[in-house]
């Protein structure tokens, strides 16, 4: 594969986990029906890689011998997959019309001065930190909702959130 030549060992070997996942689906690539497993692909590639950079979404669209074109309208339309890496730590900030009636802007506002990155941006320069601003968590009797990596936390203010980072990085410098 093109894209291969000049990969580090650990990104080949991620390349060849992707290959044996789908290689296992045992796909016909002359059925159209082999387009519904493109999901699934996707999220096995992000949970190897992390996120789906082109060169993933290249390799996947080779691999099932589709357009590239398919495989990153797919990536772009479900927020779920990430063409950026993301920090070990993703919070995401509910910006849904309870949680903004109840402050989620300030809590999000206060994440973005604490960990000096923008929200739906990089990650923090450790990789530790990802902030995303999200539309609706669904849990708006808790408003406003902060979730880091998919545990909820309700009521938050910006002082509780920053308590929360700090407790992360406490725990990840022991």
Known sequence: MTCQKQLSPAAAGKFAEL???IDGLG???ADERRRGRLIQILHRAQSIF????????QHVA???RIPESSVSGVVSFYNFFSTRPKGK??????LGTACYVKGSEGVLRELERVLGVKA???????GLFSLTALRCVGCCGLAPVMVVNGKVYGKVTPAKAVAVVEEIRAKEAK
């Open 89 to 94: 730590y993703v919070i995401d900030v509910c």
């Open 50 to 57: 992390g996120y789906l950079p082109r060169e993933v979404q």
């Open 62 to 64: 080779e691999k099932l």
């Open 120 to 126: 739906d941006t990089d990650p923090t320069p450790d």
């Open 27 to 29: 796909l016909d690539l």
């Open 19 to 21: 290959d044996a996942f």
